[in-house]
């Protein structure tokens, strides 16, 4: 056996070597694991429906709680109108006006629902007249969306050019394309505007603000909010109980049909292929939420509006998101630089 060190001769391998700078950028995973995930933990807190079991309970325990307080302002009020008249006189009045503010604020809430339900016929019955191309129905549901906005001064350039024109109209589609464009285009640019400003403030929040639950917070609150004004914008003013059921609506949908999954792949087109890797993983994600936003945002234009969009009147959601995040891209690119 031979001592020492062996030295082997090897062929030198003529394939060349791949550099570690010529290696493509690796992705970064978790900043594409977050993305979006505060809006998609908002989106489903929102749109999650209780149980019946659930829903039964917190309706036994109300009741119990309104019979025990009843029963106990009851015999309040009758100890003090036995020992101190004037005093119990003073709190049954002031008892009194209680019930009374609430009585108020149950109608409010009443006609809350009754003005979405007058939007959602209207919805339903302008689908059906441009379905079936009658005249007669869409001159009657013409009729309900110029007294629907009867009182508003924002359409009242675009009642008087409806009831200029509408005359010359032969058929049905003409005629609701008509009062589509008078009466709802106006609507349509500031539920717009809505929608970008909440898409903008759930996106500022996200990336700027590093505390935790911050932007799942944000995302519920600024989403509560555009839901509401949109409602507010085509005429469905709603109440506390009446916008948690508009937001149910607006985000279960949403849900269903998966629209809160959404990652680079719709950002890259806007705002270019490789920009995102240049990013910090909290303006990544604060533009994934704003994205999300925006197209919650539209869904709740098409549920309040009260006629359905025509071919080619939908917003674009990444027009809306181009429009909302362009100036908060760019000062987030410039800084990155």
């Excluded at 009851?74 to 009585?103: D, E, H, K, Q």
């Excluded at 689908?127 to 009658?134: G, I, L, M, P, V």
């Excluded at 394309?177 to 609507?187: H, I, S, V």
């Excluded at 680079?264 to 087109?269: C, I, K, S």
Aim: proline share 4%; hydrophobic share 50%.
């Amino acid at each position: 056996m031979a001592k020492g060190p062996i030295l082997f001769d090897l062929e030198e391998d003529a394939t060349p070597r791949p550099s570690v700078s010529d290696a493509p950028p690796v992705p970064d995973v978790g900043m594409a694991a977050a993305q979006g995930q505060a809006m998609q933990i908002a989106a489903r807190l929102a749109a999650r429906k209780p149980s019946k079991l659930v829903w039964l309970f917190w309706w036994l325990l109300t009741a119990l709680i309104g019979a025990l307080v009843s029963i106990a302002a009851w015999n309040f009020i009758t100890g003090l109108m036995a020992s101190y008249p004037l005093i119990g006189l003073a709190m049954s009045i002031l008892i009194g006006a209680l019930l009374l503010v609430l009585a108020l604020i149950s109608l409010r809430e009443l006609a809350a629902f009754s003005r979405l339900a007058r939007l959602d016929g209207l919805h339903h019955d302008v689908a059906e007249a441009r379905a079936q191309d009658d005249l007669e129905a869409a001159r009657s549901v013409t009729d309900r969306l110029v007294g629907l906005y009867k009182g508003r001064e924002d359409t009242r350039w675009g009642r008087d050019r409806l009831a200029e024109l509408r005359g010359d109209q032969l058929d049905a589609g003409a005629l609701l394309a008509l009062a589509e464009a008078e009466l709802l285009g106006p609507l349509d640019i500031a539920a717009s505007r809505e929608v970008e400003a909440a898409a903008r403030q759930v996106a500022t929040v996200t990336a700027l603000v590093p505390l935790a639950l911050a932007d799942v917070a944000a995302a519920l609150t600024s989403n509560l909010r555009m839901i509401r004004r949109v409602a507010e914008i085509y005429g469905g003013r709603s109440g506390f109980f009446g916008s948690w059921r508009l937001t149910r609506v607006v985000l279960s949908h949403l849900v269903a049909t998966g629209a809160v999954a959404v990652g680079d792949d719709m950002l890259e087109p806007i705002l270019g292929g490789t920009v995102l890797a240049r990013l910090s993983r909290r303006f990544g994600e604060g533009l994934v939420n704003g994205a999300l936003t925006a197209r919650v945002g539209v869904a709740a234009m098409e549920v309040c509006r009260p006629m359905p969009f025509s071919e080619g009147r939908r917003p674009k959601v990444r027009s809306i998101i181009k429009r909302a995040l362009s100036g908060l891209f760019g000062k987030g690119s410039q800084a990155g630089e």
